[in-house]
T-cell receptor
Framework: DTGVSQNPRHKITKRGQNVTFRCDPISEHNRLYWYRQTLGQGPEFLTYFQNEAQLEKSRLLSDRFSAERPKGSFSTLEIQRTEQGDSAMYLC????????????FGPGTRLTVT | KNQVEQSPQSLIILEGKNCTLQCNYTVSPFSNLRWYKQDTGRGPVSLTIMTFSENTKSNGRYTATLDADTKQSSLHITASQLSDSASYICVVSAKSSGDKLTFGTGTRLAVRP
């Protein structure tokens, strides 16, 4: 499968625990995006990378959230001290380096914080 | 604040019928508008991308229109199929680095046999 992959697909955690999600983009894509989607809403932008550089972060990304893309390939999104409000689908997308580049989305990681 | 609004919120049609979904946006400065299809529990899949100079684009049975003056777009689905049941999301990109997307809340379409 040469599309965007995300792991795990589902994560259930207790409030206060830390969680980490992984995204593997399409191999030749140098842009990688993270979005969050809650039930009945469209995705909301969290952050994006061009190669290994994190170029923009949304104000939605509180201090408890951190994202990395250490070698410009896969990326991780970590949430520390999870809260129930963090429950959502976390989507990753990748694209070529172009403002008209189509963003290809992964299947998402569904997080449930109990 | 950049916003994208869609209507209707949900729609039920019979298989074989046509339908049109609407999108209004206030994203500025405008770069491009996209329509995505999202099946339940899956990531969105791009249907069309239109820039300021384009006013219509087709992808099979899907035809999108764009009026950049009134900041409106529509997605027309012809001869609907059961597999068209999904959420259709209008997405607008502003002219900024990184092609950050602003998503609408989507129209949930159900096609019944």
């Amino acid at each position: 499968d040469t599309g965007v992959s995300q792991n795990p697909r589902h994560k259930i955690t207790k409030r206060g625990q830390n969680v980490t999600f992984r995204c593997d983009p399409i191999s030749e894509h140098n842009r990688l995006y993270w979005y969050r989607q809650t039930l009945g809403q469209g995705p909301e932008f969290l952050t994006y990378f061009q190669n290994e550089a994190q170029l923009e972060k949304s104000r939605l990304l509180s201090d408890r959230f951190s994202a990395e893309r250490p070698k410009g390939s896969f990326s991780t999104l970590e949430i520390q001290r999870t809260e129930q409000g963090d429950s959502a689908m976390y989507l990753c997308a990748s694209s070529l380096n172009s403002d008209l580049g189509e963003q290809y989305f992964g299947p998402g990681t569904r997080l449930t914080v109990t | 604040k950049n916003q994208v609004e869609q209507s209707p919120q949900s729609l039920i049609i019979l298989e074989g019928k046509n339908c049109t979904l609407q999108c209004n946006y206030t994203v500025s400065p405008f770069s491009n508008l996209r329509w995505y299809k999202q099946d339940t529990g899956r990531g969105p899949v791009s249907l069309t991308i239109m820039t300021f100079s384009e006013n219509t684009k087709s992808n099979g049975r899907y035809t999108a229109t764009l009026d950049a003056d009134t900041k409106q777009s529509s997605l027309h689905i012809t001869a609907s199929q059961l597999s068209d049941s999904a959420s259709y999301i209008c997405v607008v990109s502003a002219k900024s680095s990184g092609d950050k997307l602003t998503f609408g809340t989507g129209t949930r379409l159900a096609v019944r046999p």
